[in-house]
Protein backbone atom coordinates (compact mmCIF):
# COMPACT_ATOMS: atom_id res chain seq x y z
CA UNK A 1 0.00 0.00 0.00
CA UNK A 2 0.81 3.49 -0.15
CA UNK A 3 0.22 6.95 0.36
CA UNK A 4 -0.20 10.77 -1.37
CA UNK A 5 -1.69 9.44 -4.55
CA UNK A 6 -0.31 6.14 -5.24
CA UNK A 7 -2.55 2.86 -5.26
CA UNK A 8 -4.39 2.01 -2.36
CA UNK A 9 -5.04 -1.90 -2.83
CA UNK A 10 -3.15 -4.86 -3.69
CA UNK A 11 -3.43 -6.03 -7.46
CA UNK A 12 -1.87 -8.53 -9.51
CA UNK A 13 -0.22 -6.89 -12.44
CA UNK A 14 0.55 -10.10 -14.49
CA UNK A 15 -3.06 -11.68 -13.90
CA UNK A 16 -4.47 -14.35 -16.64
CA UNK A 17 -7.09 -12.76 -19.13
CA UNK A 18 -10.80 -13.02 -19.51
CA UNK A 19 -10.79 -15.25 -22.35
CA UNK A 20 -9.30 -17.63 -20.65
CA UNK A 21 -12.16 -18.17 -18.25
CA UNK A 22 -15.92 -18.91 -17.90
CA UNK A 23 -18.53 -17.43 -17.48
CA UNK A 24 -19.91 -18.06 -14.05
CA UNK A 25 -23.43 -20.51 -13.71
CA UNK A 26 -25.11 -22.99 -11.64
CA UNK A 27 -23.68 -25.88 -12.97
CA UNK A 28 -20.02 -24.56 -11.81
CA UNK A 29 -21.42 -24.54 -7.92
CA UNK A 30 -18.70 -27.71 -7.22
CA UNK A 31 -16.51 -27.53 -4.27
CA UNK A 32 -12.65 -27.67 -5.30
CA UNK A 33 -13.70 -25.27 -8.68
CA UNK A 34 -11.13 -22.22 -8.69
CA UNK A 35 -12.56 -18.73 -10.08
CA UNK A 36 -12.59 -15.42 -9.66
CA UNK A 37 -14.33 -12.61 -8.71
CA UNK A 38 -15.87 -10.12 -11.60
CA UNK A 39 -14.26 -7.52 -9.33
CA UNK A 40 -11.23 -5.11 -11.17
CA UNK A 41 -8.97 -6.87 -9.30
CA UNK A 42 -10.36 -10.00 -10.81
CA UNK A 43 -9.46 -11.66 -7.24
CA UNK A 44 -9.12 -15.10 -7.22
CA UNK A 45 -11.33 -17.86 -5.06
CA UNK A 46 -11.74 -21.35 -4.51
CA UNK A 47 -15.46 -22.73 -3.74
CA UNK A 48 -15.23 -24.84 -0.43
CA UNK A 49 -18.85 -25.86 0.12
CA UNK A 50 -22.22 -25.66 -1.26
CA UNK A 51 -25.24 -25.51 0.99
CA UNK A 52 -28.84 -26.96 -1.24
CA UNK A 53 -31.29 -25.71 0.85
CA UNK A 54 -29.98 -22.47 2.39
CA UNK A 55 -28.82 -21.96 -1.26
CA UNK A 56 -25.49 -20.45 -0.47
CA UNK A 57 -21.95 -21.35 -1.67
CA UNK A 58 -19.00 -20.58 0.48
CA UNK A 59 -16.03 -19.39 -0.98
CA UNK A 60 -12.03 -19.00 -0.15
CA UNK A 61 -10.62 -16.06 -1.23
CA UNK A 62 -6.99 -16.53 -2.22
CA UNK A 63 -5.18 -12.96 -2.44
CA UNK A 64 -4.91 -9.85 -2.15
CA UNK A 65 -5.78 -8.25 1.77
CA UNK A 66 -9.08 -10.57 2.38
CA UNK A 67 -6.75 -13.73 1.45
CA UNK A 68 -8.44 -16.66 3.82
CA UNK A 69 -10.93 -15.07 4.34
CA UNK A 70 -14.56 -17.21 3.57
CA UNK A 71 -17.46 -15.78 2.35
CA UNK A 72 -20.96 -17.38 2.51
CA UNK A 73 -23.00 -16.53 -0.87
CA UNK A 74 -26.40 -16.87 -2.70
CA UNK A 75 -26.27 -19.19 -5.15
CA UNK A 76 -28.10 -15.96 -7.97
CA UNK A 77 -24.46 -14.35 -7.32
CA UNK A 78 -22.72 -17.37 -8.73
CA UNK A 79 -22.94 -14.92 -12.11
CA UNK A 80 -20.58 -12.37 -10.48
CA UNK A 81 -17.98 -14.78 -10.80
CA UNK A 82 -15.77 -16.83 -13.64
CA UNK A 83 -14.11 -20.45 -13.70
CA UNK A 84 -11.23 -21.73 -15.00
CA UNK A 85 -12.14 -23.57 -18.30
CA UNK A 86 -11.18 -27.04 -16.57
CA UNK A 87 -13.47 -26.36 -13.84
CA UNK A 88 -15.88 -29.41 -12.94
CA UNK A 89 -19.61 -29.65 -13.70
CA UNK A 90 -22.25 -30.47 -11.07
CA UNK A 91 -24.23 -33.72 -11.77
CA UNK A 92 -27.72 -33.34 -13.64
CA UNK A 93 -29.78 -33.94 -10.62
CA UNK A 94 -27.72 -31.34 -8.50
CA UNK A 95 -28.45 -28.67 -10.78
CA UNK A 96 -32.00 -29.50 -11.39
CA UNK A 97 -31.77 -29.11 -7.73
CA UNK A 98 -29.72 -25.79 -7.32
CA UNK A 99 -32.38 -24.49 -9.80
CA UNK A 100 -35.00 -25.24 -7.75
CA UNK A 101 -33.64 -23.77 -4.85
CA UNK A 102 -32.85 -20.26 -7.12
CA UNK A 103 -36.46 -20.26 -8.03
CA UNK A 104 -37.69 -20.56 -4.34
CA UNK A 105 -35.30 -18.41 -2.43
CA UNK A 106 -34.70 -15.56 -5.16
CA UNK A 107 -37.54 -13.29 -3.76
CA UNK A 108 -37.60 -9.91 -3.06
CA UNK A 109 -38.12 -8.44 0.03
CA UNK A 110 -39.61 -4.82 0.92
CA UNK A 111 -39.84 -3.50 4.53
CA UNK A 112 -40.95 0.23 4.16
CA UNK A 113 -39.79 2.89 7.29
CA UNK A 114 -42.47 3.08 9.82
CA UNK A 115 -43.10 6.60 10.23
CA UNK A 116 -44.49 6.35 14.23
CA UNK A 117 -41.09 3.58 14.61
CA UNK A 118 -39.30 6.03 13.51
CA UNK A 119 -40.40 8.51 15.89
CA UNK A 120 -39.95 6.43 18.73
CA UNK A 121 -36.41 5.36 17.29
CA UNK A 122 -35.49 8.92 17.63
CA UNK A 123 -36.31 9.09 21.50
CA UNK A 124 -34.48 6.64 22.06
CA UNK A 125 -31.51 7.77 20.09
CA UNK A 126 -31.05 11.27 21.64
CA UNK A 127 -31.72 9.19 25.27
CA UNK A 128 -28.55 7.12 24.32
CA UNK A 129 -26.55 10.14 22.49
CA UNK A 130 -26.74 12.05 26.01
CA UNK A 131 -25.60 9.05 28.19
CA UNK A 132 -22.57 8.69 25.79
CA UNK A 133 -22.20 12.52 26.39
CA UNK A 134 -22.28 11.91 29.86
CA UNK A 135 -19.83 8.76 29.61
CA UNK A 136 -17.64 10.61 27.65
CA UNK A 137 -17.34 13.15 29.67
CA UNK A 138 -16.39 11.51 32.33
CA UNK A 139 -13.26 10.13 30.28
CA UNK A 140 -10.06 11.39 29.06
CA UNK A 141 -11.22 11.49 25.64
CA UNK A 142 -7.91 13.60 23.55
CA UNK A 143 -8.44 15.85 20.69
CA UNK A 144 -7.79 13.59 17.76
CA UNK A 145 -6.09 14.75 14.30
CA UNK A 146 -8.69 13.82 12.42
CA UNK A 147 -7.04 15.48 9.03
CA UNK A 148 -4.10 13.32 9.85
CA UNK A 149 -5.79 9.99 10.76
CA UNK A 150 -7.28 10.28 7.11
CA UNK A 151 -3.98 10.82 5.22
CA UNK A 152 -2.70 7.53 7.50
CA UNK A 153 -5.63 6.06 7.31
CA UNK A 154 -5.28 4.39 10.39
CA UNK A 155 -7.69 4.78 13.58
CA UNK A 156 -7.01 6.34 16.69
CA UNK A 157 -6.17 3.85 19.91
CA UNK A 158 -7.90 5.62 22.52
CA UNK A 159 -10.94 5.87 20.74
CA UNK A 160 -11.07 2.39 20.03
CA UNK A 161 -10.52 1.68 23.64
CA UNK A 162 -13.63 3.98 24.75
CA UNK A 163 -15.75 2.23 22.46
CA UNK A 164 -14.65 -1.12 23.61
CA UNK A 165 -15.50 -0.30 27.27
CA UNK A 166 -18.75 1.83 25.96
CA UNK A 167 -20.38 -1.44 24.41
CA UNK A 168 -18.91 -4.16 26.82
CA UNK A 169 -21.07 -2.14 29.97
CA UNK A 170 -23.75 -2.54 27.92
CA UNK A 171 -23.37 -6.26 26.76
CA UNK A 172 -22.67 -5.44 23.54
CA UNK A 173 -19.22 -5.56 22.66
CA UNK A 174 -19.16 -9.48 20.84
CA UNK A 175 -22.46 -7.85 18.50
CA UNK A 176 -20.26 -4.59 17.49
CA UNK A 177 -17.41 -6.80 16.84
CA UNK A 178 -18.88 -9.66 14.85
CA UNK A 179 -20.65 -7.20 12.63
CA UNK A 180 -17.75 -4.86 12.03
CA UNK A 181 -15.41 -7.98 11.03
CA UNK A 182 -18.35 -9.13 8.46
CA UNK A 183 -19.29 -5.92 6.84
CA UNK A 184 -15.79 -5.00 6.42
CA UNK A 185 -14.71 -8.48 4.72
CA UNK A 186 -18.17 -8.54 3.04
CA UNK A 187 -21.22 -7.20 4.02
CA UNK A 188 -22.91 -9.64 1.48
CA UNK A 189 -21.52 -12.87 3.28
CA UNK A 190 -24.18 -14.83 5.34
CA UNK A 191 -27.68 -12.86 6.73
CA UNK A 192 -25.65 -10.93 9.43
CA UNK A 193 -26.02 -7.61 8.10
CA UNK A 194 -29.64 -8.43 6.86
CA UNK A 195 -30.56 -9.12 9.38
CA UNK A 196 -29.82 -5.84 10.98
CA UNK A 197 -31.01 -4.00 7.98
CA UNK A 198 -34.30 -5.90 8.50
CA UNK A 199 -34.25 -4.13 11.88
CA UNK A 200 -33.31 -1.00 10.84
CA UNK A 201 -36.28 -0.75 8.75
CA UNK A 202 -38.44 -1.95 11.61
CA UNK A 203 -37.05 0.93 14.01
CA UNK A 204 -38.11 3.44 10.68
CA UNK A 205 -34.62 4.67 9.94
CA UNK A 206 -34.44 3.13 6.58
CA UNK A 207 -36.58 1.20 4.58
CA UNK A 208 -35.06 -2.35 3.19
CA UNK A 209 -34.91 -3.94 -0.33
CA UNK A 210 -33.47 -7.15 -0.53
CA UNK A 211 -33.96 -10.63 -0.81
CA UNK A 212 -36.27 -12.88 1.41
CA UNK A 213 -34.69 -14.75 4.44
CA UNK A 214 -32.95 -17.59 4.03
CA UNK A 215 -31.84 -18.69 7.81
CA UNK A 216 -34.29 -19.98 10.16
CA UNK A 217 -32.09 -18.83 13.09
CA UNK A 218 -31.60 -15.25 11.56
CA UNK A 219 -32.91 -13.68 14.59
CA UNK A 220 -31.94 -16.59 17.30
CA UNK A 221 -29.87 -16.05 20.56
CA UNK A 222 -27.79 -12.97 20.97
CA UNK A 223 -28.78 -11.80 17.29
CA UNK A 224 -32.83 -11.27 18.38
CA UNK A 225 -34.22 -8.49 16.87
CA UNK A 226 -34.06 -6.73 20.43
CA UNK A 227 -30.81 -7.01 20.67
CA UNK A 228 -29.81 -5.98 16.96
CA UNK A 229 -31.87 -3.05 17.52
CA UNK A 230 -30.08 -2.18 20.86
CA UNK A 231 -26.32 -2.48 18.96
CA UNK A 232 -27.85 -0.14 16.46
CA UNK A 233 -29.03 2.51 18.55
CA UNK A 234 -26.26 2.47 20.86
CA UNK A 235 -23.66 2.17 18.06
CA UNK A 236 -25.11 5.49 16.50
CA UNK A 237 -25.10 7.41 19.64
CA UNK A 238 -21.62 6.82 20.62
CA UNK A 239 -20.16 7.30 17.15
CA UNK A 240 -21.86 10.15 16.51
CA UNK A 241 -20.67 11.45 20.29
CA UNK A 242 -17.42 10.51 19.67
CA UNK A 243 -17.17 12.45 16.52
CA UNK A 244 -18.73 15.78 17.96
CA UNK A 245 -16.15 15.71 20.68
CA UNK A 246 -13.32 14.46 18.48
CA UNK A 247 -13.50 17.04 16.18
CA UNK A 248 -15.61 20.34 15.89
CA UNK A 249 -15.85 20.39 11.81
CA UNK A 250 -16.14 16.72 10.57
CA UNK A 251 -14.38 16.48 7.29
CA UNK A 252 -16.11 15.41 3.96
CA UNK A 253 -17.16 12.28 3.05
CA UNK A 254 -16.56 10.23 -0.27
CA UNK A 255 -18.12 7.73 -2.29
CA UNK A 256 -16.72 6.42 -5.79
CA UNK A 257 -18.87 4.08 -7.80
CA UNK A 258 -17.41 2.53 -11.19
CA UNK A 259 -19.23 -0.26 -13.49
CA UNK A 260 -18.68 -2.14 -16.28
CA UNK A 261 -21.99 -0.69 -17.39
CA UNK A 262 -24.24 2.03 -16.55
CA UNK A 263 -24.08 2.95 -13.11
CA UNK A 264 -27.17 2.07 -10.39
CA UNK A 265 -28.31 5.23 -9.11
CA UNK A 266 -31.89 3.78 -7.75
CA UNK A 267 -31.66 0.72 -5.29
CA UNK A 268 -31.97 1.43 -1.65
CA UNK A 269 -29.12 0.24 0.49
CA UNK A 270 -29.27 0.03 4.22
CA UNK A 271 -25.60 0.54 4.91
CA UNK A 272 -23.82 2.78 2.87
CA UNK A 273 -19.69 2.59 2.80
CA UNK A 274 -18.05 6.06 2.02
CA UNK A 275 -14.63 7.40 3.09
CA UNK A 276 -12.52 10.66 4.06
CA UNK A 277 -9.77 9.85 2.00
CA UNK A 278 -9.85 10.81 -1.85
CA UNK A 279 -7.03 8.67 -2.46
CA UNK A 280 -9.13 5.65 -1.80
CA UNK A 281 -12.49 7.03 -3.62
CA UNK A 282 -9.93 7.76 -6.68
CA UNK A 283 -8.75 4.17 -6.36
CA UNK A 284 -12.32 2.49 -6.34
CA UNK A 285 -13.06 5.51 -9.67
CA UNK A 286 -10.34 3.98 -11.56
CA UNK A 287 -12.08 0.75 -11.30
CA UNK A 288 -10.38 -2.08 -13.83
CA UNK A 289 -9.82 -2.83 -17.68
CA UNK A 290 -13.34 -3.28 -18.12
CA UNK A 291 -14.69 -0.23 -16.63
CA UNK A 292 -16.86 1.89 -18.57
CA UNK A 293 -18.43 4.70 -16.35
CA UNK A 294 -17.42 5.65 -12.97
CA UNK A 295 -18.01 8.79 -10.31
CA UNK A 296 -17.04 10.48 -7.31
CA UNK A 297 -19.22 11.74 -5.17
CA UNK A 298 -18.40 14.05 -2.16
CA UNK A 299 -20.82 15.41 0.67
CA UNK A 300 -20.19 16.94 4.42
CA UNK A 301 -20.18 14.65 7.00
CA UNK A 302 -23.97 13.27 8.24
CA UNK A 303 -23.20 12.62 12.06
CA UNK A 304 -26.86 12.03 12.44
CA UNK A 305 -25.87 9.04 10.18
CA UNK A 306 -23.03 7.73 11.06
CA UNK A 307 -23.09 4.27 12.18
CA UNK A 308 -19.28 3.51 12.39
CA UNK A 309 -15.71 5.02 11.14
CA UNK A 310 -12.09 3.87 10.98
CA UNK A 311 -11.72 5.92 13.91
CA UNK A 312 -12.65 3.96 16.51
CA UNK A 313 -13.35 0.50 15.00
CA UNK A 314 -10.30 -1.67 15.30
CA UNK A 315 -11.92 -3.99 11.86
CA UNK A 316 -11.73 -0.89 9.29
CA UNK A 317 -7.82 -1.24 10.38
CA UNK A 318 -6.73 -4.51 8.97
CA UNK A 319 -6.34 -5.76 6.68
CA UNK A 320 -8.09 -2.92 4.57
CA UNK A 321 -6.79 0.72 5.24
CA UNK A 322 -9.91 2.72 3.56
CA UNK A 323 -10.48 5.66 6.26
CA UNK A 324 -13.57 4.32 6.09
CA UNK A 325 -17.24 5.33 7.22
CA UNK A 326 -20.20 3.86 7.65
CA UNK A 327 -23.63 5.35 7.45
CA UNK A 328 -27.76 4.54 7.76
CA UNK A 329 -28.96 4.63 4.28
CA UNK A 330 -29.76 8.04 2.83
CA UNK A 331 -33.24 9.30 2.72
CA UNK A 332 -34.27 13.04 1.36
CA UNK A 333 -31.76 14.47 -1.62
CA UNK A 334 -28.82 13.08 -0.01
CA UNK A 335 -25.96 12.21 -2.66
CA UNK A 336 -25.58 8.62 -0.83
Not at 34 to 58: K, Q, S, Y
Not at 122 to 131: D, G, P, S
Not at 202 to 225: H, I, N, P, Q, Y
Not at 328 to 335: E, M
Request: glycine fraction near 6%; charged fraction near 25%; hydrophobic fraction near 40%.
Amino acid sequence: MSYGGGPVYQFDAARRPDSEFQPGSLSLLVPGNEGRLLDARRTPMLIVGVDPHEGTFEVEIRAFEDSGAQWSLPFEDIVGYQFAASSRIAPEHLLDHYTQTVRRLDRPLLIDADPEAHAGTLKLLEAQRRHAADWLDARDLIVVEVAERIVTREGEATCARLLQAYLAELDLLEIDTAFAHRFVSNPRSGELVKGHAIVLAELGLCAFEGKTVRSASLFDGDWSRQRRAEHLIARMAFTRTLWERATPHGPPLYRAMASDGELDRHSTSSFVSATFSLDVATDHFRGGPTTSTAAILRQPLPRRRLLMTFLETPAMNAPFKEAEAVLIGPAGTSLF
